[in-house]
Structures are given as C-alpha cells and as structure tokens.
C-alpha cells in the first residue's frame, strides 16, 4: 500500500515537472495545433502564441486623461528604404475614434475595417455616432470567435480604441484572446511592462492633452532599447478639446517639442 | 379534387395551352409569379419640398442662400428646415426639391467624408469631388428609373478656387457665376446675372449678401412656396460658414390694392 502511494507521489510530481516544462515551450504536445484544443490544464497555447506575436512589436500606448485621449506608437523601422511615415500603426475609425495597435500589422488593418463598418452601421441603424466601448465590444465579440474554431488562428494584435464620445473620454485594449477591459493609461507590445509602470506614475485624470502628449513622447522614448533595436518613428495622435473631438495626428510642432523634451529627459533619467 | 361545383367541367387552368394553339410569343405564362410586380412604383413626384437656392461667385468665395421652408404641397408644413449643408471643409450643398431625398443624401455624403478621413491619405474632398459623386449619383439613380428629386447648387473654395455648379435629378450639370434652381431660376437668376456676370472679382462679401437678399426679397412677394426665414452660406479661404436664420424687410401696403381677384367686388 504505501509503495504504491509513493509511485503515484512521485508520478504525479513528475507530471507537475512536465507541466512546467510545456510553459516554456509546449511544443510538441500536440495541444498547440489548434485555436479549438485546450491543453490538459486548461490553456489555449494559439492565444498565447497571438500575445507573443504581440510581444515582438513596438509599444503602442493610450493615455486618457482630463479633456482627451492621446495614442503614441513607438514604430520599429524594419528598413531604411521605406518611405518615412509608412505602414502607420494608428488608424482613424470614425471622426472621433482612433486606434492603435501592436502585434501583425495585417491583422490590425482587417480589425480597423471591421471597426469602420461598424461605425458606419451605427450612424445608419441609429443616426448617431458609435460609442469606444460598443466599438471594443464588439470588436471582441469579433476577436473571440476566433479562438473558437481549428479552421481560423486568432488575431496576432492588441489594440487600443481610444476616442471621445457623449460618456467622454474612453480607452479601451483589445486583446487576441477577446478580452476587452477599460483603462486611463493602457500599453501594449515589447516595452509594455515599464509602460506601465511610468503611466501608473501619473495622475493620468489631471493631466491636460498637451501634457499627455509630453508624457506620451517621454514613455516611448524611455521603452524604446537603443542598444537591441533600430530605428523607430514616433507615431501620435489625439482627440479632445484640443482636436474639437477629432481624431487627428498631433500638431507637427508639438510633436517635435515632445520629442526633444523626451530625449532630454532621456539623458537625466536613472 | 376541385371542390367549387363552377369549376367541374371546365379546364384546369384557361391559362395553360395544352395543344400549343398559340404562336409562342403569346403563349400564357403558367410558372411561378411575382405577386408584387405590378406593386412596385417609382417616385414619380416629390412630396415635402424645399424651393428656390440662389448661389454666386463673388471676390472671395461663393455665397449661397436658401430658406428654411419645407412644403408639403401648398401647405407650409416644416418651417425650420436647413437646405444649405456643409460637406467636409470646403464645401456646401443647396437643396432645393425632396426634402427626404436631401437627407437621404446627406446621410450619402456623410459615410463618404468619414471613409475619406479614415482613409488618411493626405487628400481631402473638395467641392468639385463632390460635384462630380452628386451628378454620377443622380445620373445613376435616374438610369434607374428612380431619381432622387432634388435640383442641387454645390458650391465651395478650396486651394484659393472657387467653385460653383449645378447638378438635379436627371443628372444634368452646368456651371455659371450665378445659379439659382426651382422658382429662382425663372424670378432671381435674371437679377442674379445682371448684378453679378463680369464682376465677379469685384464684388465684396457686404455687396454679394445684398445681391443675394434683394432676390430672396424678391422670391419671397413672388413664389408662393417661399418663406421670410432663410439662411445664407459663404465658402471663402477662411472656410465655410453658414448664418443663422434671418429675415428680411418687406412691405405689404400694396396689397390692398390690387383688383381682380379675392374678396373685393369692385
């Protein structure tokens, strides 16, 4: 009797060690083949393969602060020989919605169109402008259903609707799994641990847009690694009082201050 | 088993040729009916309608004047009608005819300006785009026999051109310096043209308005479906504004004495 406890001890302790091992790669298992198998204890690996696809892109961060949102994009310059300014990663959704995304590109264009038609469906059913959150619901309506089926992969992008509409300023991430949550500072992509930990810093429902913008610029700048990565674009925009509720790219001029004072602070930072 | 005794010895169907006895392009048509065919109609006439826009080239811009009245036949139904609308950022659009046609268009031109931002190319729609979508639209509404009734003034400044132009719901365009649709082209665009043609770089912002106010005063002792209550469009380098509703002075002492008709016996 106790002989035989102590096998099932041992095996079930090795069936704890196999667990940890599968965490880092999993591979193998046969339980990563499909967005439609879960794994024995209760994940979906193509949904975390969809955060990893995330993980490789530059940060895109949200803040929302007191009169307006303001979306800035740290984008990775893959070549020298692409025209400055291409293959933005903050997308317009309606005049007052604006998004911006980490992970496929790609994926994220079919995501804004679904966004835009909903959009547009709304003004036709109901003549009045969509709201942030009916927009990230039902674009994670959306993303979820793709994490249901072997015959489709989920989307390798977190995305952040940020816009003003008649409940105010509102921020929303989606993510490839279909969650979709609220927030007043929101980061996603590789730098989006110390993201976070600067916007928590911030008294982010006090803040004016054109500080936002300053805050924005310096948290990019900060996240970006010189050292393993290339070139990047500052991508941002806004939309509030500042904007008269569109979404618009930031002013030329006040970007370019946001990024001298970002790399100022660069050099005093640590 | 047919149960209606009118029907025993009859043939089934009088539509059906059994033996062919007709030559085929008369043959009755015994398959499958649309019972709706005969339901469908077109519009064939505007019910809630605006009148008259006037519209002119002057030093700086375009300016424009519609007013706030939508008809329902002779009844005066809806007094607080906007006919002039902005289109993006450079451009207005006059409406006279199918009030419900103008919103339906409005709608039309709204989903187009959203996709054109959303679209972020550095490009933004000015008035001769939408001149151009509003006469391909309504050519192709009236190719289907199904026009949207409107006879349309659009009119707009941008990257320091003016531009004004005519389109309605055949899909005919023209332009001139002066336009006027409904009514007003018959009573205004006469007043319009000899105030206007050949000065249109000299008239000031302050002249154009009264130009335009001394025809609306004119159309409105003249077409009985006008209204003293319109509003006045000007597009220029500094953008597109569009009044407030206002009003004009009239006098009315001449009426009581006009003969021939109404109450008076003489």
């Known amino acids: 009797m106790i002989s035989h406890g102590l096998t099932r001890l041992s095996l079930r302790v090795r069936g704890k060690l196999t667990c940890i091992l599968t965490t880092m790669t999993s591979i193998g298992t046969g339980y990563d083949l499909s967005a439609s198998t879960y794994s024995p204890d209760g994940r979906i690996f193509q949904v975390e393969y969809a955060n990893k696809a995330v993980e490789n892109s530059g940060t895109a961060i949200g803040l929302r602060v007191k009169d307006g949102v303001v979306l800035a994009v740290e984008k990775l310059i893959h070549s020298k020989l692409l025209v400055p300014g291409a293959n933005r990663r903050i997308q317009t959704v309606d005049r007052h919605i604006g998004m911006a995304s980490a992970g496929l590109l790609a994926d994220s264009r079919k995501i804004s ?16 402008p969509l709201t942030v959150k009916a927009l990230s619901d039902t674009v994670s309506w959306n993303a979820q259903t793709y994490t249901l089926y072997s015959s489709v992969r989920p989307f390798g992008v977190s995305t952040i609707f940020g816009g003003v509409d008649k409940s105010g300023p509102s921020l929303y991430i989606v993510e490839p799994s279909g969650v979709c949550l609220g927030y007043h500072g929101a980061a996603v992509g590789k730098g989006r641990q110390l993201a976070k930990t600067e916007l928590e810093k911030l008294k982010l429902s006090e803040l004016s847009m ?6 924005a610029a310096r948290i990019i700048y900060l996240v970006h690694d010189d050292n393993k990565e290339k070139e990047f674009e500052l991508e941002m925009t806004w939309v509030g009082v500042e904007s008269n509720d ?6 030329a001029d006040l970007l370019e201050e946001a990024k001298k004072k970002a790399k100022d602070a660069l050099e005093t930072f640590e | 088993m047919d149960h209606f005794p009118t029907n025993w010895g009859r043939p089934r169907n009088d539509a059906f040729d059994a033996y062919a006895t007709y030559p085929i392009h008369q043959r009755p048509y015994n398959g499958p009916k649309d019972t709706f065919a005969d339901g469908v109609q077109r519009t064939q006439q505007p019910i809630v309608t605006g009148t008259s826009v006037l519209a002119i080239k002057y030093k700086d811009g375009v300016m424009m004047a519609a007013d ?12 607080d009608v906007q006919r002039l609308h902005q289109v993006g950022n450079y ?17 039309i031109l709204e989903e187009l300006s959203i996709d054109e931002i959303s679209a972020q190319d550095g490009h933004e729609l000015g008035p001769i785009e939408i001149h151009e979508y509003m006469s391909q639209l309504m050519y192709a509404r009236r190719s289907k026999m199904n026009p949207l009734w409107n006879s349309l003034l659009i009119g707009g400044f941008k990257d320091g051109k003016r531009f004004l132009s005519y389109v ?15 009514y007003g082209a018959f009573i205004a665009q006469p007043l319009l043209r000899k105030a206007v043609e050949g000065r249109e770089d ?4 302050e002249e154009a308005r009264k130009i335009l106010e001394d025809s609306m005063r004119v159309l409105f002792y003249r077409d009985a479906r006008s209204m003293n209550k319109f509003q006045i469009a000007t597009i220029s380098s500094a953008g597109v504004s569009i009044s407030d509703s206002m009003q004009l002075e009239t006098a009315w002492s001449f009426a009581e004495n006009i003969r021939g008709y109404g109450a008076q016996t003489q």
């Open chain 1, 113 to 128: 169109q679904l966004a835009r038609d909903s959009g547009a469906q709304t003004r036709k059913q109901w003549k009045e």
């Open chain 1, 210 to 215: 054109r500080e936002a913008v300053m805050e």
């Open chain 1, 246 to 251: 569109l979404h618009l790219p930031v002013p």
């Open chain 2, 68 to 79: 706030n009245l939508a008809s329902y036949g002779s009844l005066a139904r809806f007094k």
């Open chain 2, 91 to 107: 451009t207005v659009i006059g409406a006279g005819g199918d009030m419900s046609d103008f919103q339906y268009i409005q709608y």
């Open chain 2, 168 to 182: 309605d719901l055949l899909g005919t365009t023209y332009s001139a310096s002066t336009l006027a649709t409904g």
């Open chain 2, 202 to 205: 000299v008239i000031t912002e």
